[in-house]
T-cell receptor, first 112, second 113 residues
Framework: DQQVKQNSPSLSVQEGRISILNCDYT??????FLWYKKYPAEGPTFLIS?????DKNEDGRFTVFLNKSAKHLSLHIVPSQPGDSAVYFC???????????FGTGTSLTVIP | NAGVMQNPRHLVRRRGQEARLRCSPM?????VYWYRQLPEEGLKFMVY????????ESGMPKERFSAEFPKEGPSILRIQQVVRGDSAAYFC???????????FGSGTRLTVV
């Protein structure tokens, strides 16, 4: 049962434009969300997080938006750079739980 | 300040052999988590340990898999009598407290031939 879903396996964006990666979840108990970036043959690297008490968190070029009523979050990267090309995973956890639930990832390609 | 160290990076085992995967958490982190990533899938939780204790092993297969985090030394994920379906990337993460401040290692890629 996939509790966190990333329905777009891949996304291509021109350099300088905005990249929008989407993530949906089903468990209303989730209250903490993260985005990870992963390069081939490396472990996931933490990118940005958001807790359920907020609907937006910004860190430089990266902004995460959370819509609790829709159980949806998105990661905006602007402007996109070729070095952003990687697989992006969305993950969610409940404060009462011991684990993160990961989506299947979206492969972002930023075209120079 | 070294990150989460996993070794080996790559491990090849024949069917029926044992695989041992090691994870040294970041300094100051007492919580260790193991995740598995099968091809074309996201990371799936396996087990959560603190020193000398298994806190949550709800994601571990019931047979052949075991994990430990001894008082001294790294955390070990052990897979006995490996089968082809065990081929995957195994990632370890550590944190200073439960589910917050996760840092992942680079993973061990297990190939069963």
């Amino acid at each position: 049962d996939q509790q966190v879903k990333q329905n777009s396996p891949s996304l291509s964006v021109q350099e300088g434009r905005i990249s929008i990666l989407n993530c949906d979840y089903t468990n209303s108990m989730f209250d903490y969300f993260l985005w990870y970036k992963k390069y081939p043959a490396e472990g996931p690297t933490f990118l940005i997080s958001i807790s359920s008490i907020k609907d937006k968190n910004e860190d430089g070029r990266f902004t995460v938006f959370l819509n609790k009523s829709a159980k949806h979050l998105s990661l905006h990267i602007v402007p996109s750079q070729p070095g952003d090309s990687a697989v992006y995973f969305c993950a969610a956890s409940a404060s009462s739980g011991n684990q993160f639930y990961f989506g299947t990832g979206t492969s972002l390609t930023v075209i120079p | 300040n070294a990150g989460v160290m996993q070794n080996p990076r790559h491990l090849v085992r024949r069917r029926g052999q044992e695989a041992r995967l090691r994870c040294s958490p970041m300094k100051g982190h007492s919580h260790v988590y193991w995740y598995r990533q099968l091809p074309e899938e996201g990371l799936k939780f396996m087990v959560y340990l603190q020193k000398e204790n298994i806190i949550d092993e709800s994601g571990m297969p019931k047979e052949r898999f075991s994990a430990e985090f001894p008082k001294e030394g790294p955390s070990i994920l052990r897979i006995q009598q490996v089968v082809r379906g065990d081929s995957a990337a195994y990632f370890c993460a550590s944190s200073p407290q439960n589910t917050y401040g996760y840092t992942f290692g680079s993973g061990t890629r297990l190939t069963v031939v």
